[in-house]
């Protein structure tokens, strides 16, 4: 779930001529395997903890900017969801709370300050049309709701918060093949509310279109319970405005991922990422993401 930092992500680049910069990804980038169902009734909580180093920043149809370009992110992330039938139909509710720091900002050596605390709420709940264990076939569809909670003040350069609402509806498949292989495939569309005190002195309006995603894992499962995981993750759209006119950011990249994990008890998992975005336009390239998540289920 390291989209997340997506929703941390904003900045006001004077140093580029544009008044608000907002990194805005999504709430909703899965790990494999998520949407292969547990019974009715478990509860199961997830931690994260996060690194992402940015190298790069390219505004939308402008030049790269790498030179005295930096930004690292920390962050922490506590999930709590729950399982449960409507009628014969798998459910699901959880909430997600990030915490963090956006540290060592800077964009063609202009430096910005440092920012930490907590970052936007984000409530999901799923359904499972298809909730097929003997094809291995499992068909969720789920709506994120980013509220506007984390730490954000108008006259700062960079804040964890986002200041808006954000309405993700996605649809997910898990489809097994034997005991080994399967894959995941996930399409979102993200549409934005408006941030009302953006831009200079906080007196601006900042407007989004909306943003597709699209996902995708190979996953392979080996003898001893190790699953290892290669992805894909594109997002294209979400052009930006400040009082209508555009800010030369979006939400435009590619990304590879890598992903391990493991049952090391029946009801206690580790897993890891290690991922590189490419293709970036319209906001900071993260050169090189980490992840590590445990998942207990009660």
């Avoid at 569309?189 to 909306?210: C, D, F, P, R, W």
Wanted: hydrophobic share 40%; aromatic share 12%.
């Amino acid at each position: 779930m390291r989209s997340i930092l997506g929703t941390a992500l904003s900045a006001i680049c004077a140093s580029l001529g544009v008044a608000c910069f907002s990194a805005t990804a999504n709430a909703t980038e899965l790990e494999p395997y998520e949407f292969v169902t547990v019974p009715a009734g478990t509860t199961v909580f997830l931690g994260y903890a996060l690194y992402g180093h940015h190298d790069q920043f390219k505004p939308e149809g402008g030049p790269k900017l790498d030179d005295g370009t930096n930004l690292d992110l920390k962050l922490s992330i506590a999930r709590l969801a729950h399982y449960f039938e409507i009628g014969d139909t798998l459910a699901l509710v959880e909430v997600l709370q990030p915490i963090g720091t956006l540290d060592k900002a800077r964009i063609g050596g202009q430096r910005f300050k440092r920012s930490s605390g907590l970052g936007d709420t984000i409530l999901a709940a799923a359904l499972w049309p298809i909730n097929d264990k003997e094809r291995q076939t499992y068909l969720g569809v789920t709506l994120y709701l980013t509220v506007p909670t984390g730490k954000y003040d108008k006259l700062e350069t960079i804040n964890l918060g986002g200041n808006r609402v954000v309405y993700d509806p996605q649809i997910a498949l898990h489809q097994g093949f034997g005991d080994h292989w399967s894959f995941d495939l996930t399409a979102d569309m993200i549409l934005y509310g408006h941030n009302k005190k953006a831009g200079v002195l906080g007196e601006q309006t900042l407007s989004q279109k909306t943003s597709v995603q699209a996902q995708a894992f190979v996953n392979y499962k080996w003898p001893g319970g190790l699953a290892t995981s290669i992805g894909y993750q594109g997002f294209r759209g979400g052009k930006q405005k400040l009082d209508s006119i555009a800010n030369g950011q979006r939400t435009e990249f590619d990304e590879m991922r890598f992903v391990a994990s493991k049952f090391v008890t029946p009801k206690f998992q580790l897993l890891a990422e290690v991922n590189h975005q490419f293709n970036v336009d319209g906001g900071f390239r993260q050169d090189i993401g980490f992840l590590l998540r445990g998942l207990y289920v009660f």
